[in-house]
């Protein structure tokens, strides 16, 4: 079945510090590829996602890139800030279900100032 | 655009009690999930509607969880008799259809005790 694996946190950083959230998936044919990120008390808010290999997904200086040949799709950003503080969920879809979603177990980012 | 609602936002029962969560997906989404995420993991998929009828519902404890979507609109989740592994936020999602992005509500935290 499908699965998504994601380095496990906390991970803790400096303010403009660059971050890097590892994540892997298993799955047949092309699945489609999410990052979510959820706030402290806030519900799941989808941040970027890509479709097709090679696609590369961004938004709020976060970016991941569709890596077919490593079944990768690593979060960055190049300068976090403490409003960056969240858990990070790295999720795909596949199937005739459509968008039914696999989440990984979450990464919890801690930006200090 | 108001968002997916959800209440109570907070539940704390005892084992073997029964608890029932309530959700109001945005308006025109005719697809409806329901997911468990239990602390320190990403969420699970419970059941998945489209408008009244249900698409997947292969993880769904039937032997003391349900869901119904009589009018195709709001949703009821019930679990009856809870067990302390129960305890979980439970999240609510929609989307416009199967292939469209789902948005998530702040989701119910359920307490077993």
């Known amino acids: 079945g499908n699965s998504v694996t994601q380095m496990e946190g906390p991970v803790t950083l400096s303010e403009e510090a660059f971050l890097t959230i590892n994540c892997t998936y298993t799955a047949t044919g092309y699945p489609s590829l999410f990052w979510y990120v959820q706030y402290p008390g806030e519900g799941l808010q989808l941040l970027l996602k890509?479709?097709?290999?090679?696609d590369k997904g961004s938004n709020k200086g976060f970016e991941a890139t569709y890596r077919k040949e490593t079944t990768s799709f690593h979060l960055e950003k190049g300068s976090v800030q403490v409003s960056d503080s969240a858990v990070y969920f790295c999720?795909?879809?596949?199937?005739?279900?459509?968008?039914?979603?696999?989440f990984g177990g979450g990464t919890r980012v801690l930006v200090k100032p | 655009e108001a968002g997916v609602a959800q209440s109570p936002r907070y539940k704390i029962i005892e084992k073997r009690q029964s608890v029932a969560f309530w959700c109001n997906p945005i308006?025109?989404?005719?697809?409806l999930y329901w997911y468990q995420q239990i602390l320190g993991q990403g969420p699970k998929l419970l059941i998945q509607f489209q408008n009244n009828g249900v698409v997947d519902d292969s993880q769904l404890p039937k032997d003391r969880f349900s869901a119904e979507r009589l009018k195709g609109v709001d949703s009821t989740l019930k679990i009856q008799p809870a067990k302390l592994e129960d305890s979980a936020v439970y999240l609510c999602?929609?989307?416009?259809?199967?292939?469209?992005?789902?948005?998530f509500g702040q989701g119910t935290r359920l307490t077993v005790v």
């Open positions: 999720a795909l879809t596949k199937g005739a279900a459509g968008n039914k979603l696999t």
């Open positions: 890509a479709t097709k290999a090679d």
């Open positions: 308006s025109g989404h005719a697809t």
């Open positions: 999602a929609s989307s416009l259809d199967l292939a469209t992005e789902a948005f």
